[in-house]
């Protein structure tokens, strides 16, 4: 396994236990879905892999959104 295949399956994980918070939780949970959205564009965008960027970007923008409404 590449070092670029870790860092996908590291972002997906990451990525998925964000949507799980916010899925399973109250609005307390955002904070933590929220950091690890921005822990995995960070990842992403330190390997390069630039095409994550955007779908990373949308989930931000929804659970931010959901903040603050």
């Given amino acids: 396994m590449s070092d670029t295949d870790e860092v996908r399956g590291r972002v997906r994980r990451l990525l998925l236990s964000g949507d799980n918070i916010l899925k399973n939780r109250d609005a307390s949970g955002r904070e933590r879905a929220l950091a690890r959205y921005h822990e995995a564009l960070a990842l992403a965008r330190e390997a390069g ?11 931000l923008a929804d659970a931010e959104a959901a903040d603050a409404g």
């Fill in 49 to 59: 892999i630039t095409e994550l960027e955007p779908i990373i970007a949308v989930r």
